[in-house]
């Protein structure tokens, strides 16, 4: 199975801060790589497919890049709302693998 | 309105099977590939297993391979996850999610989790 990893584990920022959350995988996956929100108590949100397409409905500081095994999430001007946890998930192939997460919390 | 609906958790002794259910009401069911995804408490996301929109093509994760089964009813609209021989390690907030398909850079169709039920709590504790 390809393992993804996740890098910080968690960071503290403040609002209008700009964050990156890196996403690596142990083999190539092409674009194949989706971003979720989570927040407590909550199920997951799609932000991010095909590595650089942002869903439907979510706010444009959210953007996606990368390819191959290394992705990046970037939030530009961090939102109250945006303090959450967020995964990478590949679908590359079966079985699909997340990553463990990163949580962003207030500095 | 469109949304999934899990049910069936609760406390289930080791070595015990349990039944989950996903209704699916506001879209299409029959169109559309289906995941299961597990968190167990204060840990990650886990993906479980799929079933494609007409039940042809089924995966599973490693940790439920062989002892789960996932299976669709297009008269209930309901989707289904089958687990036996419960271990500890299968306590989790079990998720179903509808798999969105898009094309990769390389033309494929790929799936990723555009909506998700609010989730049902599965125990296992003697």
């Known amino acids: 199975a390809i393992q993804m990893t996740q890098s910080p584990s968690s960071l503290s920022a403040s609002v209008g801060d700009r964050v990156t959350i890196t996403c690596r995988a142990s083999?190539?996956?092409?674009?194949?790589l989706t971003w979720y929100q989570q927040k407590p108590g909550k199920a997951p949100k799609l932000l991010i497919y095909g590595a650089s397409s942002l869903q439907s409905g979510v706010p444009s500081r959210f953007s996606g890049s990368g390819s191959d095994t290394d992705f990046t999430l970037t939030i530009t001007s961090l939102q109250p709302e945006d303090f959450a946890t967020y995964y990478c998930l590949q679908d590359y192939n079966y079985p699909f693998t997340f990553g463990p997460g990163t949580k962003v919390d207030l500095k | 309105q469109v949304q999934l609906v899990e049910s069936g958790g609760g406390v289930v002794q080791p070595g015990r099977s349990l039944r989950l259910s996903c209704a699916v009401s506001g879209f299409t069911f029959s169109t559309y590939t289906m995941h299961w995804v597990r968190q167990a408490p204060g840990k990650g996301l886990e993906w479980v297993g799929m079933i494609s929109y007409d039940a042809s093509n089924k995966n599973y994760a490693d940790s439920v391979k062989g002892r789960s089964s996932i299976s669709r009813d297009h008269s209930k609209n309901t989707l289904f996850l089958e687990m036996d021989n419960l271990r500890q390690e299968d306590t989790a907030m079990y998720y179903c999610?509808?798999?969105?398909?898009?094309?990769?850079?390389?033309?494929?169709?790929?799936?990723?989790?555009?909506?998700w039920g609010q989730g049902t709590m599965v125990t296992v504790s003697s």
């Open positions: 999610a509808r798999g969105m398909s898009y094309s990769d850079i390389s033309g494929f169709a790929r799936d990723a989790f555009d909506l």
């Open positions: 083999q190539a996956i092409t674009n194949d």
